[in-house]
């Protein structure tokens, strides 16, 4: 293991030059205490409910009872395919979103809503059930999180799902097509062309595995037939927009804040299938897209398309974009397999980790941009900074101050280092000394983020960082330990390590959200959903055939019938409507025997249908607690044999 021991001089950070006064931010930090009350009141609508006050000298991660976090965290939740919510800095989970994951408590993946979203095979069961989510996003205005929506990708069957922010709900999942390995995801933050749109409308898609083309057992050992396609995804309708082929694969992706670049990290340009294939060459690279360009190319009809899909393609390859006043793609040479690519706040740099090589590479976007117009010679000369951080470099966090902040796999650390000293020490300055601080974690960190880290509004506090290992951190509970989340304060020059709590495995990444840049619904309205069933009266069985419909209601502690009859062998779609106004009066439903288990949140509308194929008395009860009389809450659906 390496010395754990800060290995750099402290960098003086020009407080003037920094826009940032330690007096300055404990006064507004003490502002920041006494707005969170007022804050905190109108978001919860109750009094009583405050935010934890930052004590002088330092930030407190304690959020006592009743108080609220002053951060949303957005979790991804890996191979258990949801994404989940935790307070920032409590670590308190407030909620698990079911994504790719069928789930018993909501009915995601039963439900005939969820199913619709999901998507389903020809006998209406689901068409995966499977899902491994890796990164989350939000979308952005101005170079901030704007609230509208988040989101997740699916590595294991290349689907990208989106979130509503007003609810935290998935609602809608596009599978993308002709790749597979789908890793690296990013919203775009502006448009390249156009200076009013100024939020997201789009999101790249990379894929990290590449396959024959066409993938369908004709050419499965023809190398030369295999390549990765880099997808954009409408932001709003989520239909797929295009791709491009690349050489190489794609890890993560990031953006830049004036749309006019995305990047992607790759690992395997070497195009290997074997892992000693994958690290045989000394650099691989960080591609960069020119996405005016590439939509100029599909405009104009410069694509193909393949078997199976009508999404236009454009050619990325190396060898067909040798100008690089026309070139729609630029692969600057990083260390051999890189991991993570990341914006810096400041708008300029995008910081690709060096994974199998002890650096981070820090490349200059108006020098890409420059490339592009042919006024810089080499790829590599758009690298301003390679500082040599630590082993297993993976991600990289901002501070908002000129600081970066690198998870070290392989020596358990993160190290907080200086943008502005490393460019100094890559040109020569021998006394620009980059890496500031050093903090040991337990144990193996993949994933790290910082409270606004790739926005604008960056603000320096929070560091969370998703460890992969958590060993002997907690009660043993056998062989399967989990994850370790660590909370750094990062306010001040030293981090300072706060606090851990133990995830669900396993989480690789997140993002951290100020909490009034989401603005929630706490009681959906009815008018969304088309097939409620508006009021107790309507309540009614409808048969035509032998499809029944039962439009049912919920009004605690009763459902509108109680005893919903039908015939062995019936096709019976159930609807339930929540009536309940009240917040936070959620009512379940399930049937023993049928395996159907869902709920419905106030005023809102939901869904099954099931072949009732047993006869006999079925008791159907409301599984989430409602009132004192939850446990009486019931119904009999009676089937009469055929
Ligand atoms: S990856 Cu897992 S720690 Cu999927 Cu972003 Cu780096
Ligand atoms: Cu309704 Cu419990
Ligand atoms: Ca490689």
């Not at 410069?302 to 060898?319: A, C, H, M, Y």
């Amino acid at each position: 293991m390496a010395d754990h021991q800060s290995t750099g001089a402290p960098v003086e950070l020009d407080e003037r030059e920094h826009g940032y006064s330690r007096r300055k931010f404990l006064g507004s930090a003490a502002l920041l205490g006494a707005t969170g009350v007022g804050a905190a009141i109108g978001l919860a609508g109750r009094t009583g409910l405050v935010e934890a006050a930052a004590p002088a000298g330092g930030l407190s991660h304690e959020v006592k009872p009743g108080e609220l976090d002053a951060y949303y965290g957005v979790w991804s939740g890996g191979h258990s395919a949801e994404v989940r919510v935790i307070g920032v800095p409590s670590g308190r989970e407030i909620k698990r979103i079911p994504v790719f994951n069928p789930d018993a408590l909501t009915g995601w993946g039963l439900t005939n809503e969820s199913k619709a979203i999901l998507g389903t095979k020809a006998d209406g069961t689901l068409k995966y059930t499977t899902g491994d989510t890796h990164h989350v996003h939000g979308s952005y205005k101005n170079g901030i999180y704007d609230g509208r929506y988040f989101w997740t990708n699916d590595k294991i069957h290349g689907r990208l799902a989106r979130i509503r922010g007003d609810v935290f709900e998935c609602d809608k999942i596009t599978e993308l097509p002709n790749i597979q390995g789908f890793h690296g995801i990013f919203p775009d933050k502006a448009d390249p062309v156009d200076p009013k749109i100024n939020y997201t409308t789009r999101v790249f898609c990379g894929s990290e595995f590449h396959v024959p083309h066409p993938n369908d057992g004709t050419n499965m050992d023809d190398r030369s037939k295999y390549y990765c396609l880099f997808t954009c995804v409408d932001a709003e309708t989520m239909k797929v927009k295009w791709q491009c082929r690349v050489d190489g694969n794609m890890d993560l992706v990031a953006t830049s804040f004036d749309g006019k670049l995305a990047a992607s990290n790759q690992y395997n340009t070497e195009g290997g299938a074997l892992y000693v294939e994958m690290m045989s060459a000394e650099r691989d690279s960080c591609v960069f897209f020119n996405i005016a360009r590439i939509e100029a190319a599909i405009a104009a009809g410069k694509t193909f398309r393949l078997d199976g899909s009508d999404v236009p393609i454009v050619d990325g390859r190396k060898e067909v974009n040798t100008d690089p006043k026309t070139a729609l793609t630029c692969y600057v040479p990083v260390p051999k397999n890189p991991h993570g690519v990341n914006a810096s706040p400041d708008g300029k740099y995008f910081i690709c980790a060096g994974k199998l090589s002890p650096t981070a590479t820090v490349v200059e976007l108006a020098r890409v941009l420059d490339w592009f117009e042919g006024k810089v010679k080499a790829e590599r000369d758009t690298v301003v900074a390679e500082p040599e951080l630590g082993l297993g470099p993976l991600h990289t966090a901002f501070d908002g101050r000129g600081n970066a902040y690198t998870t070290l796999f392989l020596d358990s650390q993160i190290v907080k280092w200086n943008i502005e000293a490393a460019i100094k020490a890559f040109a020569g300055d021998k006394s620009a000394k980059p890496v500031v601080d050093r903090v040991d974690v337990a144990y193996q960190p993949g994933h790290l983020n910082a409270s606004m880290s790739e926005t604008k509004a960056a603000d320096g506090k929070w560091l969370a960082v998703g460890c992969k290992f958590s060993k002997d951190r907690y009660l043993p509970v056998g062989p399967l330990h989990p994850e370790n989340e660590v909370l750094i304060d990062i306010s001040g020059e030293k981090m300072k390590l706060v606090h851990e709590s133990p995830v669900y495995s396993e989480p690789h990444d997140f993002i951290i959200v100020k909490r009034d840049l989401i603005k929630t619904k706490q009681v959906s309205n009815m008018a969304d959903y088309p097939n409620a069933t508006k009021d107790l009266a309507s309540s009614k069985i409808v048969r035509d055939g032998n499809k029944v419909t039962v439009h049912l209601a919920s009004a605690a502690p009763a459902y509108s019938m109680s005893e919903i009859k039908v015939k062995q062998g019936d096709v019976v779609t159930l609807i339930l409507t929540n009536l309940d106004k009240v917040e936070d009066l959620t009512h379940g439903f399930a049937i023993p025997k049928y395996d159907i288990n869902f709920i419905v949140n106030p005023q809102e509308t939901r869904s099954v249908t099931f072949v009732a194929d047993k006869p006999g008395v079925y008791w159907c009860y409301c599984t989430h607690f409602c009132h004192a009389l939850h446990l009486e809450m019931r119904s009999r659906l009676m089937v009469e044999k055929a």
